[in-house]
């Protein structure tokens, strides 16, 4: 513990299941054990829900079209998705999760993802930090038979950084105090907020790493990005005060990509806007909720955001209902044949169907 075994400030958690789609179906079923698997749906445009370790090393990963993850790995093995199996074991994950720290004090982000404030845990002297993240990991190992990895600080932003950085199983602290220095040599692209345009205006500025950053004169800062700028400082700095909210109301699902070059063919649009429908169709099922607001967000050449969205009386997860729904939603942006830089599609209005309808969300 900090400081000659004081109590941390705050004790906050960054849980991540490995690879939990894949783990998943290879924890039911013993032939796909060590094996190159995906996750993807059945259709021509489907994209890779979730990737093994082993389908990973060919370069296989989550939002790729299925059609390219098979030219990678043509022994790739897809099985389709099975969301009353991922939401059960993500229910035994958290069934753990409340044995440590209060519901209103686990936020989950996603199905395999999740936050926790177990500062009165560890405030009492009655377990440590790291005490109770191994006890965590080994409980969802030889409990659930899924492994995770953690990250554990002050903060979520560092919590949630800390858990990526030594993937899978894989167990992190960050201690107090020393936040900014373990941020210090990562790369920018470690902050979340910080989209590829803002990276590569602060590369022109010599900012390459989160300790760059983190130390560059913040006026300069605020001149060329903003007041976003000095937020994105505080972040590199470690500074993140946001609460664990279990309280929280759901998320939202969204997908976007940026264009290699402007696009105004209203076709092209489409397609991207099609491939887009596809991932956040996907995740909406895994997930086993419905969506009942569909919006579009487009970004101009000049950066300028234009968002339009459709909402319907009720909730949907298919894919071509979604996807009618963001095409009007992109007809009501007005674009004519103005270019665009960025197309995204995101899902809101979440709602789990009825009882009687779960077993139809994976037809």
Same mark, same amino acid.
């Given at each position: 513990?900090?400081?000659?075994?004081?109590?941390?400030?705050?004790?906050?958690?960054?849980?991540?299941?490995?690879?939990?789609?894949?783990?998943?179906?290879?924890?039911?079923?013993?032939?796909?054990?060590?094996?190159?698997?995906?996750?993807?749906?059945?259709?021509?445009?489907?994209?890779?829900?979730?990737?093994?370790?082993?389908?990973?090393?060919?370069?296989?990963?989550?939002?790729?079209?299925?059609?390219?993850?098979?030219?990678?790995?043509?022994?790739?093995?897809?099985?389709?998705?099975?969301?009353?199996?991922?939401?059960?074991? $993500?229910?035994?994950?958290?069934?753990?999760?409340?044995?440590?720290?209060?519901?209103?004090?686990?936020?989950?982000?996603?199905?395999?993802?999740?936050?926790?404030?177990?500062?009165?845990?560890?405030?009492?002297?009655?377990?440590?930090?790291?005490?109770?993240?191994?006890?965590?990991?080994?409980?969802v190992h030889t409990e659930?038979?899924?492994?995770?990895?953690?990250?554990?600080?002050?903060?979520?932003?560092?919590?949630?950084?800390?858990?990526?950085?030594?993937?899978?199983?894989?167990?992190?602290?960050v201690q107090p105090d020393?936040?900014?220095?373990?941020?210090?040599?990562?790369?920018?692209?470690?902050?979340?907020?910080?989209?590829?345009?803002?990276?590569?205006?602060?590369?022109?500025?010599?900012?390459?790493?989160?300790?760059?950053?983190?130390?560059?004169?913040?006026?300069?800062?605020?001149?060329?990005?903003?007041?976003?700028?000095?937020?994105l400082q505080r972040l590199?700095?470690?500074?993140?005060?946001?609460?664990?909210?279990? $309280?929280?109301?759901?998320?939202?699902?969204?997908?976007?990509?940026?264009?290699?070059?402007?696009?105004?063919?209203?076709?092209?649009?489409?397609?991207?806007?099609?491939?887009?429908?596809?991932?956040?169709?996907?995740?909406?099922?895994?997930?086993?909720?419905?969506?009942?607001?569909?919006?579009?967000?487009?970004?101009?050449?000049?950066?300028?955001?234009?968002?339009?969205?459709?909402?319907?009386?009720?909730?949907?997860?298919?894919?071509?209902?979604?996807?009618?729904?963001?095409?009007?939603?992109?007809?009501?942006?007005?674009?004519?044949?103005?270019?665009?830089?960025?197309?995204?599609?995101?899902?809101?209005?979440?709602?789990?169907?009825?009882?009687?309808?779960?077993?139809?969300?994976?037809?």
């Amino acid at each position: 513990m900090p400081r000659g075994g004081e109590p941390w400030p705050r004790t906050i958690l960054h849980v991540d299941l490995d690879a939990f789609y894949t783990s998943v179906h290879q924890r039911d079923e013993p032939r796909l054990r060590d094996t190159a698997l995906a996750v993807a749906g059945r259709s021509r445009r489907a994209v890779v829900m979730g990737a093994s370790y082993e389908a990973r090393a060919y370069g296989v990963h989550s939002a790729m079209p299925l059609h390219e993850a098979l030219e990678r790995c043509p022994q790739l093995t897809v099985v389709p998705p099975d969301g009353s199996r991922y939401r059960e074991a $993500s229910r035994q994950v958290h069934a753990v999760f409340r044995r440590f720290t209060s519901p209103e004090r686990i936020e989950g982000i996603a199905l395999d993802e999740a936050y926790l404030d177990v500062t009165a845990r560890t405030r009492h002297g009655t377990s440590s930090p790291e005490d109770v993240a191994r006890r965590i990991k080994y409980m969802v190992h030889t409990e659930v038979g899924l492994t995770a990895s953690v990250g554990v600080a002050t903060s979520k932003l560092v919590a949630k950084i800390a858990s990526a950085s030594r993937k899978p199983d894989g167990l992190v602290l960050v201690q107090p105090d020393t936040e900014a220095g373990f941020l210090a040599p990562l790369p920018i692209g470690v902050i979340p907020g910080l989209g590829p345009k803002t990276e590569e205006r602060l590369r022109l500025m010599g900012i390459r790493t989160a300790g760059d950053l983190a130390g560059h004169e913040t006026q300069k800062l605020i001149q060329a990005l903003g007041t976003g700028g000095a937020l994105l400082q505080r972040l590199a700095q470690g500074r993140d005060r946001s609460p664990v909210d279990g $309280s929280r109301p759901a998320k939202t699902i969204s997908a976007e990509t940026t264009f290699e070059y402007d696009v105004s063919d209203r076709d092209k649009l489409e397609e991207a806007l099609h491939d887009l429908t596809g991932k956040v169709t996907e995740r909406l099922r895994a997930e086993g909720v419905r969506a009942k607001t569909v919006y579009v967000k487009l970004k101009l050449p000049d950066f300028k955001l234009v968002s339009r969205q459709v909402s319907r009386t009720s909730a949907t997860d298919d894919a071509e209902t979604i996807f009618r729904a963001a095409r009007s939603a992109l007809e009501k942006s007005h674009l004519d044949s103005r270019p665009v830089r960025l197309i995204g599609v995101g899902l809101s209005g979440l709602v789990h169907p009825e009882p009687d309808l779960q077993m139809r969300l994976f037809e």
